[in-house]
């Protein structure tokens, strides 16, 4: 079982940049695939990053991607986001996640929640303007 926490959310001024960190417990860390997703007011969780277990690979979404970079730390049992050029639509409450190994991961795999057994508890993200 692994469990989740995550940091460093905040109020930020659009342009700035914020680095998100999510803390997992429990030695299977390494196997495990991460993600990270954000919900908005009214809006459905949408996937934002995802990771797989050895860092080997990465994927975003299409609204972050180059602004955006994923990144993991085993040996720290970390996963961390780190946001630059913030934009007020970025606001949301963000969350980490797991989902168990697999030999190969495919972009859209990884970008459903479904897919997903593991969750924190979420870190509030807002981007003024």
């Known amino acids: 079982q692994v469990q989740l926490v995550e940091s460093g959310g905040g109020l930020v001024q659009a342009g700035g940049s914020l680095r998100l960190s999510c803390a997992a417990s429990?030695?299977?860390?390494?196997?495990?695939?991460m993600g990270w997703f954000r919900q908005a007011p009214g809006k459905e969780r949408e996937f934002v990053a995802a990771?797989?277990?050895?860092?080997?690979?990465?994927y975003y979404a299409g609204s972050v991607k180059g602004r955006f970079t994923i990144s993991r730390d085993n040996a720290k049992n970390t996963v961390t986001l780190q946001m630059n050029s913030l934009k007020p639509e970025d606001t949301a409450v963000y969350y980490c996640?797991?989902?168990?190994?697999?030999?190969?991961?495919?972009?859209?795999?990884?970008?459903?929640?479904?897919?997903?057994?593991?969750w924190g508890q979420g870190t509030q993200v807002t981007v003024s303007s």
């Open positions: 996640a797991a989902t168990p190994f697999r030999t190969s991961y495919t972009g859209s795999y990884l970008s459903l929640s479904a897919h997903y057994d593991y």
């Open positions: 429990g030695r299977t860390f390494s196997s495990y695939a």
């Open positions: 990771i797989t277990w050895n860092g080997g690979s990465t």
